[in-house]
């Protein structure tokens, strides 16, 4: 990967992180308005592959209900990941994710504290693909894939994860 794209992935992460720290800045100095600004947050489509990531870790780091996990990872997942598919993702790598969310983040209060060792890109058909490694404790890195989702603005959705 050139000097320029690492500068960039790290002024993107840098920004994300600012972005992530004003959130917690308003949480924490208007209690009284937190419960309805985190409900609105929970229901903010992410744009970027760091948002979507951060906030799959977020809600593993604390999962609530089943019914509410499904509601609030809903608008992360990419549309072609159906209710069957959704199930298998909820019994099997959901749980084993909840049980090892920390492993991914440097800063466990932190979910944007994640590492991305490398990012691969690949476009076929109509179908653009981010495969990105997270650093994980003791053991080899972790692979997330991420797609452009045409039915949600072209944005970048999980498509599946193995954390």
Excluded: C
Aim: hydrophobic share 40%; proline share 6%.
């Amino acid at each position: 990967m050139s000097d320029n794209i690492k500068a960039a992935l790290a002024k993107i992460h840098a920004a994300e992180q600012l972005l992530h720290d004003a959130k917690i800045l308003l949480l924490t100095s208007a209690p009284e308005e937190a419960s309805s600004f985190a409900t609105e947050a929970a229901d903010i489509v992410t744009q970027t592959p760091h948002q979507a990531i951060a906030e799959l870790l977020r809600l593993a780091k604390q999962p609530p209900s089943e019914d509410e996990v499904r509601r609030r990872i809903k608008p992360i997942l990419h549309s072609d990941i159906g209710e069957r598919a959704l199930d298998t993702l909820m019994r099997f790598n959901w749980v084993r994710l909840t049980r090892q969310v920390y492993d991914y983040l440097q800063d466990h209060s932190d979910p944007y504290s994640f590492v991305i060792l490398r990012e691969d890109e690949r476009k076929f058909a109509n179908v653009v693909e981010k495969k990105i490694f997270l650093e994980a404790k003791n053991r080899n890195p972790v692979p997330i894939t991420l797609r452009i989702d045409p039915e949600a603005d072209e944005q970048w959705k999980i498509y599946s994860f193995s954390l």
